[in-house]
Structures are given as C-alpha cells and as structure tokens.
C-alpha cells in the first residue's frame, strides 16, 4: 500500500540504497539498515509495515533476526529475501512466521507485490 513504512535491513548498502529509491519513488516510506541488530534497534523505536529482511548477513543473520521481531510481539509482516540458493533457510524463516520469500537479486515488481501481499495479510489481521 502506497505510504507503507518498509524497514530494509542487508548488509549490502548498494543494494539498500538502490531498492530504497526504487521503494521511494512508488510512495513507500523506507528505512535502511545494514544489521539484524541495527533492525531490532530500528523496530523498537519505530512501526512498520513491512520488514524486508536479508538471510546471509555477518553478526546476527536473518533467521536469528526474524527470530528477535517475533520476540518483540510486533504488529509487523517480514519478507525473506536470500541469495545463494539458500532456499532451505527461505522455507525455515516461513517456518518461523515470514510471510513469504523471495530470491536475490530480485526484480523491483516482485519485491514490490511481494510487500503489498505483506501489507494486505497485515491489514487483513488488524481488522
């Protein structure tokens, strides 16, 4: 949904900014961040809608963060984006409460209707 706040959390900041620009320039309000805890800081001072959240990360890895959102009880949808065929760890991060998983890199309409998807399920529960 147009205006949805999108915490974007990847080690890799040229992929962060660019998707950020691209998230932007359709009417998204995003936050970048390069860490799990970063994100955990990120989610504890702010809501959003949607985390978009990274699998391979150094430090704290996206399994174990997804792990620390669910601890906080938040009203949020979690999107795993993973890269190196990693799609066993997709599977157990849906497991975990994920909404969905999507392979990197990954076309802007995907990551796109993929967060909308997010939203909507969000909204859906909200009601």
């Not at 932007?24 to 001072?45: H, M, P």
Request: charged share 30%; with cysteine; net charge negative.
């Amino acid at each position: 949904m147009k205006g949805s706040r999108v915490l974007l959390v990847d080690d890799e900041t040229v992929f962060t900014n660019n998707m950020s620009k691209l998230l932007t320039s359709r009417g998204y309000r995003v936050t970048a961040v390069s860490s799990g805890d970063s994100a955990i800081q990120a989610l504890e001072k702010e809501d959003f809608d949607v985390v978009v959240l990274d699998l391979k990360m150094p430090g704290m890895d996206g399994i174990t963060t997804l792990k620390e959102i669910k601890k906080l009880g938040l009203f949020t949808e979690t999107l795993i984006l993973t890269g190196h065929g990693s799609i066993d760890s997709a599977m157990e991060a849906t497991k975990l409460g994920a909404y969905d998983y999507l392979p990197k890199p990954c076309e802007i309409g995907e990551l796109v209707a993929k967060i909308e998807g997010a939203w909507e399920k969000k909204d859906n529960t909200n009601d």
